[in-house]
């Protein structure tokens, strides 16, 4: 009996270490064919680091288990740079006899733990999410992945989702997913059953948002039938926050759109349920809301949808004598009926209908009713009203206003009736009034209150001819600590939109904060206005000003305004502006822009114009003066130091008409310290000239005449014509990213120099020139200049064995430069190296390269014992010591690490002897030509390849700035990452050294 024991706790024993060390015995050769799977299935960038790969036999024995933490998959190409998947824990589970025997391994669980997705569609439809590289079945390449997707079950715990389709003009964002699923993947039909929950952070189309900050769960069985492109929901149930609601059908995804059939209804009738969708309602304490009465809703959607049809579709609510109240509050609001439906039998969207033939309910003893039909969407023929009246003291007996206080009575009567026809100048007949009387609001957090807050509306359109509308506001305003602001409007005639109103008064923007506050604001001064206003917007499409009557005057002081989107904060110290109808003067502007002082003075035309129609552009002529203006703060994206946040584009309006008389006695942009900055700048149509600007910088002048033009942001560009006087060679290299990048032997060169030169090319997203894409054109004059102490000058003494110092001096060089397709083209000119006349012509490229040719006239004595040798032992020539010696040099390599060598490969022992055996100088000359020749060929071949290089770089340069062009499109997606905090780790986060990045 012992004896079986020992024999069966052996072979426990075996089997247990079997399967601890199994895994660790094989882990190299699984990590391995993970990485040639990966290599040859995507094309993307992988990130992960071998060091937190953890096998395990026994986590989902007999499968081996490989759990990878940290891991990602960044974009390439349009997409390089955007975080796919970021996963903190991926968890794969692979049967092992599959990796270490078969070819083709087989992958039966995929589990995300923690991690972010970010899904993005183009506008041209691309997907960042198309990353599998195409299986080409006729390709007989080993290469070819061989993986099975045996997959038996999919599990994802508390991961973030943003899906944002451009195409579509549609976001989601998701928070804190937890999924299950499990099936045969490599079916092509077969059944999904799937467990899903998630909070709904934010859901857009077209720019609204549908839905924020909602739970949301799920379950079904999902029927797949992948030769269809069908996918079935049987008995599925779903819920928003409580509601909870069946859905039953198919979508399908034929090729001409998305077919739908769905059936969906709720599951309860319990009124709170509905209740929970409301935003503002659902908190913590939901639970504790008291409610009553019934809600029905169902409805459908069947048929194809695509850029031509809708689906048709009937969606039903009612609601039947509703009522909620919150803990601890004395009032509720009840009599809640709701009768809504929207439908549209067609597949059309004008024939949609919605009515709401029953609205009603209680604040307290406040009722509000009223209703609402709309027959279509082709001639809006409408019918509604709303009747009701507020008691807003009673609101905060109903509503959780913590710390507010109301008063106020607010009466609203409106009717509307007929059809809305633009085209036709037709408007439904109208009588509406709306009066707010003896407003009272106080916040805790401030001692004073906003008083007799009235607002008096009468809007009328008797006959429904636009020409008889009228809007009237006689009276609105409040009173805040004895400063008051009143004023009225009245508008006439929608077409015409003739206009007359009037405003004056004082605000504390600081005491209105108090009262209401901003998140993130900080806002404050005192505005005084005193403005009188008429006239018609048909005046201001005719450009008929003399009809426009705007007169008055508006003070600002001490105005101060800091935001998340303007962290360095704007101050206005004092502003004087008045106001005619031909123009608007500012008399007096005292600002300070984020560390920058600014004045300033002018005029501005046509600001109505500006102000009441999309293509009015506002021009002015402003004399602005500042003693120092960092423009590095206003041009980086990030709230960081300007010191450390690297420079972003920037747009330009194209509806402003500036012309500016700049003077400022210092401006820091980027790493230049620009003194005593005078000229003109003139802003029109979205680009910024610059005319006679000039400034003290480097120690020397420069004068700058052109543009810098935004108006593609994908594209920006800039040409300028510089004059450049007594500039700092030395000082250029350090600032001027053109000067390291073409010229780094400027480094080393003490001196001065001036220039005259033509510049333009594309910027790159930090708003430094693309060195790929510049063309410059000029001559650049060195007065007086110093080399010391450079490699390059100690690579030729060494070739040559010439008795030279190790220093070299210029003085009045010419030379003319060009630069064109990456590349710095050094046309010939003529310098003294020592005491030699030298001739110098060559190139320098964006990468750094260099090619030039040098070509020495030496005497043969300088060359000492080894020229005196060669010449006693040749005879029958005139050569002395006299002689001179052609010598022609290659540079190559870069600046740093420059090769050195003897044209056509000589060594100097042999180009003495053919120069000294040379009986004519047209021999000698014929040798200079034969260098030329050579070093022009391989010139020839560099210049194509650069240009090619170069293209390459301006694409990638592109690509990077549509990426950013396009991020000011984005606002939906960021307003989701900002819900999602810590959403999309940075792909270029800091990695250890083992770290694996299969850039595939």
């Known amino acids: 009996m012992k004896k079986a024991l020992y024999i069966f706790l052996g072979v426990f024993l075996f089997l247990l270490v079997s399967a601890v060390a199994v895994p660790f015995l094989f882990k190299d050769k699984i990590i391995e064919r993970i990485n040639r799977e990966l290599d040859n299935s995507l094309n993307a960038q992988v990130y992960y680091d071998p060091e937190n790969i953890s096998l395990s036999l026994l986590r989902h024995f007999p499968n081996v288990s490989a759990t990878i933490e940290d891991f990602g998959v960044v974009g390439k190409e349009e997409f390089a740079g955007d975080t796919l998947i970021q996963v903190d824990e991926l968890d794969l589970a692979f049967n092992l006899k599959s990796i270490i025997f078969d070819e083709s391994p087989s992958l039966s669980s995929l589990s995300m733990i923690g991690g972010d997705m970010y899904i993005k569609v183009l506008e041209d439809g691309k997907a960042n999410y198309d990353i599998v590289k195409e299986d080409n079945t006729s390709n007989t390449d080993d290469s070819e992945s061989t993986f099975k997707l045996g997959i038996e079950s999919i599990e994802l715990d508390q991961v973030n989702v943003i899906y944002d389709d451009r195409q579509m003009q549609f976001a989601m964002a998701l928070a804190e997913i937890s999924a299950k699923g499990s099936g045969d993947f490599t079916l092509d039909v077969y059944d999904l059953p799937l467990q899903v929950e998630a909070t709904i952070a934010d859901m857009a189309y077209e720019g609204v948002h549908y839905l924020t900050n909602k739970k949301f769960e799920g379950e079904t069985t999902l029927q797949v039938d992948m030769n269809q492109m069908k996918f079935s929901f049987s008995d599925g149930t779903f819920g928003l926050n409580d509601f909870f609601f069946n859905l039953d059908g198919f979508v399908a995804l034929p090729e001409n759109g998305i077919e739908l059939d769905l059936q969906f209804g709720a599951m309860d009738s319990d009124f709170k349920s509905i209740l929970s969708l409301v935003p503002g309602i659902y908190t913590e304490s939901f639970s504790s809301v008291k409610s009553s009465g019934t809600m029905a809703f169902n409805g459908f959607v069947k048929g194809l949808y695509s850029e031509t049809q809708l689906p048709t579709f009937d969606i039903n609510l009612e609601v039947k004598d509703g009522m909620f109240q919150y803990p601890d509050l004395p009032k509720p609001v009840d009599a809640i009926n709701v009768k809504l439906q929207a439908k549209n039998e067609t597949s059309i969207l004008e024939n949609t209908s919605l009515d709401i033939p029953t609205f009603s309910m209680r604040f307290g003893s406040n009722p509000i009713s009223g209703n609402f039909h709309l027959a279509n969407l082709k001639d809006y023929f409408m019918e509604g009203q709303l009747i009701g009246k507020l008691d807003l003291k009673e609101l905060t007996s109903i509503f959780p206003i913590e710390g507010t206080q109301l008063a106020g009575i607010l009466d609203i009567d409106a009717k509307a009736k007929g059809k809305y026809d633009s085209v036709n100048h037709v408007l439904p007949a109208i009588t509406a009034n709306i009066n707010l009387a003896n407003g009272y609001a106080k916040n805790q957090e401030y001692p004073s209150a906003l008083e007799n807050i009235r607002a008096n509306a009468n809007i009328i359109s008797n006959t429904g001819q636009m020409k008889d509308f009228v809007a009237d506001f006689p009276d609105f305003g409040f009173d805040l600590e004895g400063e008051r602001i009143a004023g009225n409007l009245k508008i006439q005639d929608f077409e015409a939109l003739n206009w007359n109103g009037e405003v004056a008064g004082a605000i504390d923007l600081e005491k209105i904060m108090a009262i209401f506050p901003i998140e993130d604001t900080e806002l404050k001064g005192k505005i005084n206005a005193d403005i009188k206003t008429s006239g018609s917007y048909e005046a201001v499409e005719k450009n008929q000003y003399a009809k426009l009557n705007t007169s008055g005057d508006m003070q600002v002081q001490d105005f101060f305004y800091k935001s998340l989107d303007y962290p360095q904060g704007v101050s206005i110290k004092k502003a004087d502006a008045s106001f005619s109808p031909a123009q608007a003067d500012l008399k007096e502007f005292d600002a300070q822009l984020g560390k920058s002082p600014l004045k300033a003075t002018g005029t501005l035309n046509n600001y109505m114009d500006y102000l009441l129609s999309d293509s009015g552009v506002l021009k002015g002529q402003l004399d602005l003066n500042s003693s120092h203006f960092d423009v590095n703060e206003w041009m980086t994206e990030s709230s960081t130091s300007a010191d450390t946040a690297s420079l972003e584009v920037l747009p330009l309006p194209e509806n402003i008409d500036f012309t500016m008389a700049v ?72 600032s001027l990213t053109t000067v390291k990048a073409f010229a780094p032997i400027a480094q080393d060169i003490t001196g001065r120099f001036n220039s005259q030169l033509e510049f333009s090319g594309l910027l790159g997203s930090d708003m430094m020139p693309v060195l790929s894409s510049i063309d410059v054109n000029g001559i650049l004059a060195v007065l007086d200049a110093a080399l010391k102490e450079n490699k390059m000058v ?30 710095m083209d050094v046309k010939p000119f003529n310098v003294k190296l020592w005491d030699y006349q030298t001739t110098v012509q060559g190139s320098a490229g964006f990468d750094g390269s260099i090619n030039y040719l040098l070509n020495m006239q030496v005497p043969a004595g300088k060359f000492g014992a080894q020229a005196n040798s060669l010449l006693a032992s040749i005879s029958g020539t005139e050569a002395n010591e006299s002689t001179i010696i052609p010598v022609a040099i290659n540079l190559s390599g870069t600046y740093k690490s420059p090769q050195v060598s003897l044209a056509g490969g000589n060594s100097m022992e042999t180009l003495l002897t053919n120069a000294l055996k040379s009986r004519f100088d047209s021999e000698k000359q014929n040798l200079e030509a034969e260098a030329k020749e050579q070093f022009q060929a391989a010139q020839d071949s560099i210049k194509q390849e650069m240009k090619l290089k170069a293209q390459a770089f301006q694409d990638s340069v592109k690509v990077e700035l549509a990426k950013k062009s396009g991020e000011s499109g984005e606002k939906v997606v960021e307003e989701a990452k900002n819900l999602l905090k810590g959403f999309l780790k940075s792909s270029t986060q800091t990695k250890k050294d083992t770290t694996m990045k299969k850039d595939n």
């Not at 003077?663 to 910024?688: F, H, P, T, W």
């Not at 810098?708 to 007594?726: G, H, Q, T, V, W």
């Open 663 to 734: 003077s400022a006695d210092q401006v820091l942009y980027d790493n230049l310290d620009l003194k005593e900055v005078r000229g003109k700048m003139i802003l029109r149509d979205g680009v910024l000239t610059f005319s006679d600007a000039g400034m003290k910088t480097l120690d020397g002048r420069i004068t700058l005449n052109g543009n810098y033009d935004p108006r593609d942001l994908a594209n920006p560009k800039f040409a300028m014509k510089l004059d450049i006087s007594e500039l700092s060679i030395a000082k250029a290299f350090q």
């Open 794 to 823: 100690q690579s030729l003494t060494s070739l040559t064995k010439l008795p030279s110092a190790n220093s070299l001096q210029f003085k009045d060089l010419k030379i003319p430069v060009t630069i064109e397709n990456g590349m």
